[in-house]
């Protein structure tokens, strides 16, 4: 709707962003596992999570465009996992721009390593979170 009013003409390359949030999901449920499971065991991670979330937040491309930021500190930028997320749905949205596939690519893999990780950690770990909790 947003995009309507804002007269953007819409294209089949909104078709695009189902992909790239079933590879975010996937990159969000492997680490909430991962993070869940030692959290358990570990109380403080809950509060090192809280201030971790505000510094990506900070560090994330939502209220400016990545073109913004000086090039020489894109480095900075692109090693926060939203960053590419975010910056694709910008292009996709609100510029009919096709994503970067080789991107998304290694973004899918990387994401996959850290949900079968998260799964397995959690696995290994739940026997025990009722006599830890």
């Given at each position: 709707?947003?995009?309507?009013?804002?007269g953007?003409?819409?294209?089949?390359?909104?078709?695009?962003?189902?992909?790239?949030?079933?590879?975010?999901?996937?990159?969000?449920?492997?680490?909430?596992?991962?993070?869940?499971?030692?959290?358990?065991?570990?109380?403080?991670?809950?509060?090192?999570?809280?201030?971790?979330?505000?510094?990506?937040m900070?560090?994330?491309?939502?209220?400016?465009?990545?073109s913004?930021?000086?090039?020489?500190?894109?480095?900075?930028?692109?090693?926060?996992?939203?960053?590419?997320?975010?910056?694709e749905?910008?292009?996709?949205?609100?510029?009919g721009?096709?994503?970067?596939?080789?991107k998304?690519?290694?973004?899918?893999?990387?994401?996959?390593?850290?949900?079968?990780?998260?799964?397995?950690?959690?696995?290994?770990?739940?026997k025990?979170?009722?006599d830890?909790?």
């Amino acid at each position: 709707a947003a995009l309507l009013v804002n007269g953007t003409e819409l294209t089949i390359n909104i078709l695009y962003r189902v992909p790239i949030i079933i590879i975010t999901l996937q990159m969000l449920t492997g680490r909430g596992l991962l993070l869940g499971s030692l959290g358990v065991y570990a109380k403080d991670i809950g509060s090192l999570i809280g201030v971790l979330i505000n510094v990506l937040m900070f560090l994330s491309p939502v209220f400016y465009p990545l073109s913004a930021i000086p090039e020489e500190l894109h480095w900075i930028f692109e090693m926060n996992p939203l960053t590419l997320i975010i910056e694709e749905f910008r292009g996709l949205l609100m510029h009919g721009n096709n994503p970067n596939f080789l991107k998304l690519a290694v973004y899918f893999i990387v994401s996959l390593a850290i949900f079968i990780l998260g799964y397995k950690i959690f696995k290994l770990t739940k026997k025990g979170f009722a006599d830890v909790v």
